[in-house]
Nanobody
């Protein structure tokens, strides 16, 4: 199973980015999919999750600015990030949960310049 994340980059404060993460390989019936992030010197934190049925959860720090979505047919999860702030600078990781296993992507760097 591989998770390929993409979409990170450098953006000015107030700008937008869209992250994507596609799961491939022998993975079936993915339950939850989500995004986490880790800023320099900080612990990894949950950003947003989405269930197979579309139920979502957001960290308070991103509510109203970020939107998580998924395409079950493509085993892909997205994170639309608007009104980005310097505090959003981090490596963003995707995670999927299938069966009894969590799978992690390699991370994509988001840098927001103020």
């Amino acid at each position: 199973v591989q998770l390929q994340a993409s979409g990170g980059g450098l953006v000015q404060a107030g700008g937008s980015l869209r992250l994507s993460c596609a799961a491939s390989g022998s993975i079936f019936n993915i339950a939850s999919m989500g995004w986490y992030r880790q800023a320099p010197g900080k612990e990894r934190e949950l950003v947003a999750t989405i269930t197979r049925g579309g139920g979502s959860y957001y960290a308070d720090s991103v509510k109203g600015r970020f939107t998580i979505s998924r395409d079950n047919a493509k085993n892909t999860v997205y994170l639309q990030m608007n009104s980005l702030q310097a505090e959003d600078t981090a490596v963003y990781y995707c995670k999927v949960h299938s069966g009894w296993t969590d799978y992690w992507g390699q991370g994509t760097l988001v840098t927001v310049s103020s």
